[in-house]
């Protein structure tokens, strides 16, 4: 097969359709060998009932249904699992990222690339606060991290199927693909696109799940949070030194410099705030590295398949279960 799209939907009911319609004229346009996988995950509406609909009359429609909603990221990871075009494409189904780029990263593909991601220069249709924190986060990421993460980038790209395997064999349970792909290396480039306004519904990635994605890539890339830990650490011990030999000469010299000090309730409090907030700090930070080490020994799998279209039952999923 020439090219596998993966397309994670959940209740994205309204814009199936409009999706199924816009990637079909564009990959016609550039092969007839295609696959439209579609990962269910857990969707509450309609939603699995348009793609199946569609799969019946469309046999290059395929689909994957989860047991529950089990999040955006490990939804692609599973249909990484099942996509075998010599090229993949991940992109979502809100029609904010526009499938006619693809023609053009396929382009670059088939040029000796082996990764195409796309840039976003603008984004339409979101709050200025989900805007300041984006570009926050991506830009502590691009410093904090071990590797080069490219800037303003998402899920939206397309890959070779050798970038693929190596994905499969990445076995973490707290999925940040897109600083995974950029880990693997090789050649990378990209495109750069105006990113539209969502076609229909609401947005699934609220500030929580952006927080907690957000927490993901950090602890997933970089130990600068730990180091940072460590650093108020011996700040606050440096703070502490000054302040007793503060106190000292105080208690000797004090008279002579005509100086007094009042080491009470107040003060007391303040130094205990201040190394408790530290401390708790610090715990939380090594609690979430100790977290993704707890969750990946237990080693349960990464989705459950509750039902997937015929022509994917021949493939055993790599890291989910049936």
Known sequence: ???????????????????????????????????????????????????????????????????????????????????????VVIIDADLQDPPELIADMYKLLQSGFEVVYAKRKKRKGESWFKLFTAKLFYRILNRWATIDIPLDTGDFRIMSQSIVRVLRQMPEKHKFLRGQISWIGFRQTFVEYERDARFAGETKYPFRKMLRFAIDGITGFSTVPLKLVSLLGFLSSGLAFLMILWVIFVRVFGRSFDITVQLGWSSTMITVLFLGGIQLIGIGILGEYIARINDNIKDRPLYIIRHKSEALRQYEPAQGVE
């Open 1 to 87: 097969m020439d090219i596998s799209v993966i397309i994670p939907v959940y209740n994205e009911e309204d814009n199936v359709d409009a999706l199924y319609a816009r990637m079909t004229q564009v990959l016609s346009a550039i092969t007839t060998d295609y696959e439209l996988l579609f990962v269910n995950d857990g969707s509450r509406d309609k939603t699995l009932l348009k793609v199946m609909t569609l799969a019946e009359k469309d046999k290059k429609v395929r689909y994957i249904d989860f047991s529950r909603n089990f999040g955006h990221q490990v939804a692609v990871s599973a249909g990484l699992d099942h996509a075998f075009g010599n090229a």
